[in-house]
């Protein structure tokens, strides 16, 4: 058994963590003190020893939520016979330094009765380390029921009386009339002393304020077009997935959730890979938030710079170039998903496309605001030497299977991208006082020209394939024309989208990643779908086709605006790791292309976005 | 002259030492006891700044006791490593069994155990012998002082 649906949950957090809570009003998913961390509460991926906070009616009731507009506050409405409990939850941030001081970390939950009167009921089963830590809580009088486990403590606050509950954990009911409210804070701290905020009207107040700062930061999206709240909503799970401290975006807030229910696929995806920097970088420039794409694109380069010219395929949030995995055999996974695992052995593959996608975001920063150093300009050069010399070679590819390695087109595409945006950089005068190998590097991109087009397309398909020689197709080939390799409207690209779409369509405009996945039953690739809207809105199909396949896609996101790393086809519900950023990545980039083709139209040759 | 300098390089240099093995003996999760961040909190709201002021206070006050310890030097007559021990146990014990217990009543952002956390008085009280912060907080307390005692004294001797 398994306590909430992965669709089910909505995201809180604050910049370095980020909790997942369910419909139910479950904490179900809370890692400390960062993304990576070690989980408090992890009953996603097993109900009994992963630890959960409830907080909701006693007997059954109707839950409807949301977000407060513009904000990463999640409010959760309970409707009971008796009457209704609203949950606001949230992790508090201020703007600027505050008049008094800030928990380490803290995760805030306020309950009002609106009407009627309704008995709450709180469960709260704290189990650090995924679970694996044998814990008391111990009563701590006015200071909270505290948790003590290596070095930190996690304190909770309460305004409701809890008792220790039969297998470790705190439990407690209090029945609420209109107007009542309580308050619940859970700190953590590995600093003596720790920081226990008070309950009642302050933390009210600090949901005055984080509801703020949030909608400070949202009313800085530039983006203005028909879809602003799905827009909005994907920046602000993006901000959310940003380690405020270094600038790095995870991949996704949790491990393990599968792509195939009950399957092996189960990935921890709390890293920044290096290929979703370029894309990431280029929605937050597109809707105007140019800190933070500097902020991801600077991470990329400091991340980097031990490595080089070798590329880990991720890196943690500090930039440290991660290898280790290991499986928690205690945890019986989402919907009995094993192995859990956490860390990701991927880390050590070779993956050639990381190399286009780092040398893209860099080539994006120094073309906006040319704040590149020499020494940074020289590691560009010698990622853009590594490619000409490695492109060859076959690797694992963007799908990162662990079956070996094969002669990738997406992957020599994205070699060639590498060059050419570093030629072009050149012809910019980027490069000055930096040897660029310019002639090398023109014959190398030339060959790589010649060669996908010549063997990465099939004359029998009439379709640009995975592999070399190949004859499957695979969705990462949309991308041609967003690489500019391809126009969208040529006559081979409407072939090979012809083509995808007849080989890898799971329905209504969902996309599989490739043909392995449609025979090994995974869900369609969230990402895939927007995808599409941009080769459409590009030119493969006319504005008004991009348009509805992307309110198609859109409808696959949850009651909050969320989506996974794949998307059932079956029941259109979230599989795999969530929320997933390079979805909410493709939602923004594909809305922002039917921007520019909208603005195409309306004044033709006018170049909106890039 | 001479006695003012090595007093201030070597009761530095132990005030370092101290303060590294406080530090390190939180990295190693031994004790949740950050003194820079205490006494920085002493000034201002921001934890950051706290860290950082509460770093200098920390080096300032380290001075000043190691003053007190050269005083107990000068009045025994000689500077020894194992005198310098026995003023650190001294000095351990004032911290844990003296300033600890009252200072809810001293710190401005400190909450007591009875009346709990306000809007301005938020911060965690040591408790008896600064168990609050980890249960070894107290031996840990004890072997940084007791070093810093055997270091000043072994050195000022010199």
Known sequence: ?610 | MIGLLRWAVWGFASTLVLTGMLAGSQQLRLTRFNLPFLLGTLVTADRDRAKLYGLGLHLLSGMLFSGLYVAAFAAWGQASWWLGGLVGVLHAGFVLLVVLPVLPALHPRMASESQGPTDVRQLEPPGLLGLNYGARTPVVTLIAHVVFGVLLGALYQL
């Not at chain 1, 009731?61 to 513009?70: F, K, Q, S």
């Not at chain 1, 490595?307 to 996974?333: N, S």
């Not at chain 1, 799971?506 to 369609?524: I, P």
């Not at chain 1, 259109?572 to 909410?584: K, S, V």
């Open chain 1, 1 to 610: 058994m398994y306590p909430a649906r992965i669709h089910d949950h909505a995201i809180i957090g604050d910049g370095h963590s980020a909790a997942l809570i369910s419909r139910a009003g479950a904490v179900n998913w809370l890692c400390w003190p960062r993304f990576d961390g070690p989980s408090l509460f992890a009953a996603l991926l097993d109900a009994e020893a992963g630890g959960a906070f409830r907080l909701g009616p006693v007997g059954p009731a109707r839950a409807t939520r949301g977000y407060l507009p513009d904000t990463n506050v999640l409010q959760t409405r309970f409707e009971a016979d008796e009457g209704v409990l609203v949950v606001t939850d949230l992790m508090p941030i201020h703007e600027g330094h505050t008049p008094w001081l800030m928990p380490e970390r803290e995760l805030l939950r306020c309950v009002v009765c609106e009407r009627g009167e309704v008995r709450l009921e709180v469960r709260y089963e704290p189990r650090p380390d995924y679970g694996r830590a044998r814990t008391l809580v111990k009563d701590g009088g006015t200071l909270g029921w505290r948790l003590e486990h290596a070095g930190w403590l996690y304190a909770l606050r309460a305004e409701v009386p809890l008792r220790p509950a039969p297998g470790g954990g705190l439990q407690g009911q209090v029945t609420l009339r209109a107007g009542q409210c309580v308050c619940f804070s859970l700190t953590a701290t590995d600093d003596g002393p720790a920081v226990l905020p008070p309950l009642g009207r302050f933390s009210w107040a600090r949901v005055g304020h984080t509801v703020e700062a949030w909608r400070s930061w949202a009313a800085q999206c530039r983006y203005a077009g028909p879809h602003r709240a799905a827009v909005v909503r994907s920046a602000l799970a993006l901000k959310l997935l940003t380690f405020a401290p270094s600038g790095a975006v995870v991949a996704a807030a949790t491990t393990s959730l599968p792509e195939v229910l009950g399957g092996q696929d189960n990935w921890d995806y709390r890293f920044c890979w290096v290929r979703d920097a370029a894309f990431t970088a280029r929605a937050f420039y597109g809707l105007g938030y140019e800190a933070e794409a500097e902020a991801f694109v600077s991470w990329l380069l400091r991340a980097s710079w031990l490595t080089q010219p070798r590329l880990g395929v991720f890196y943690d949030v500090y930039g440290r170039f991660r290898t280790g995995e290991e499986v928690l055999p205690h945890l019986g996974g989402y919907a009995g998903s094993r192995p859990v695992r956490v860390g990701n052995a991927a880390a050590t593959q070779l993956q050639l496309d990381s190399y286009g996608e780092a040398i893209d975001a860099m080539a994006q920063l120094a073309r906006r605001s040319r704040r590149l150093d020499r020494d940074e300009l020289r590691m560009m050069v010698r990622l853009g030497g590594y490619v000409a010399s490695m492109w060859e070679a076959p690797d694992e590819g963007i799908w990162e299977p662990r079956s070996g390695r094969r002669a990738h087109t997406f992957s020599q595409l994205s070699c060639w991208m590498a060059l050419d945006r570093l030629l072009k950089l050149h012809e910019l005068g980027v490069f000055r006082g930096v040897k660029v190998p310019v002639e090398g590097f023109r014959t190398v991109r030339a060959r790589m020209w010649e060669t996908l087009h010549r063997r990465a397309w099939n004359e029998r398909l009439r379709s640009y394939v995975s592999t070399l020689g190949g004859d499957e197709v695979d969705a990462d080939l949309l991308l041609m024309a967003w690489y500019d390799f391809e126009d969208a409207s040529s006559e081979r690209m409407l072939s090979t989208h012809r083509r995808i779409l007849e080989r890898l369509e799971a329905r209504d405009g969902l996309l599989y990643r490739n043909e392995a996945d449609v025979l090994e039953g995974e869900g369609a690739f969230g990402i895939c779908g927007f995808w599409r809207v941009g080769v459409l809105a590009r030119g493969a199909g006319g504005l008004d086709e991009a348009e509805a396949a992307f309110r198609r896609q859109l409808a696959y996101a949850n009651d909050v605006g969320l989506y996974a790393e794949e998307i059932s086809p079956k029941t259109g519900e979230g599989l795999g790791n969530f929320p997933q950023a390079l979805t909410h990545v493709g939602l923004i980039s594909s809305a922002l292309e039917l921007e520019a083709a909208r603005a195409r139209r309306e004044a033709p040759g006018v170049e909106v976005w890039r």
